[in-house]
């Protein structure tokens, strides 16, 4: 599977984003489907995460309420909604997929897209 990550640029504080991931390759698979973010200097950590019927969703805490993950299967693209942008939400986002579970930690995704630059200006 390869993930291509796309919509990430430069937004003033509060405006939003929407990012996309589109899957190809072997997208018959069904595959749960996370988002996660590094900023410079920091571990790269958990954003949302998806099931791959688009039945459950996870958030971090830091984005609950103002982000928003969707999929859709039909065009092999997951979607982030980022709403209320901070600059803290600044960072090198990317996708992730995963062929066994759902969940936070990165070490359960096993495809990775390249990422795409977020930056909030404040």
């Known amino acids: 599977v390869q993930l291509q990550a796309s919509g990430g640029g430069l937004v003033q504080a509060g405006g939003s984003l929407r990012l996309s991931c589109a899957a190809s390759?072997?997208?018959?698979?069904?595959?749960?489907m996370g988002w996660f973010r590094q900023a410079p200097g920091k571990e790269r950590e958990f954003v949302a995460a998806?099931?791959?019927?688009?039945?459950?969703?996870s958030y971090a805490d830091s984005v609950k309420g103002r982000f928003a993950i969707s999929r859709d299967n039909a065009k092999n693209t997951v979607y982030l909604q980022m709403n209320s942008l901070k600059p803290e939400d600044a960072a090198v986002y990317y996708c992730?997929?995963?062929?066994?579970?759902?969940?936070?930690?990165?070490?359960?995704?096993?495809?990775w897209g390249q990422g795409t630059q977020v930056t909030v200006s404040s």
């Open positions: 390759g072997r997208t018959r698979s069904s595959y749960h």
């Open positions: 998806i099931s791959w019927r688009g039945g459950s969703t």
């Open positions: 992730a997929a995963s062929s066994s579970l759902m969940g936070r930690e990165a070490s359960r995704y096993d495809y």
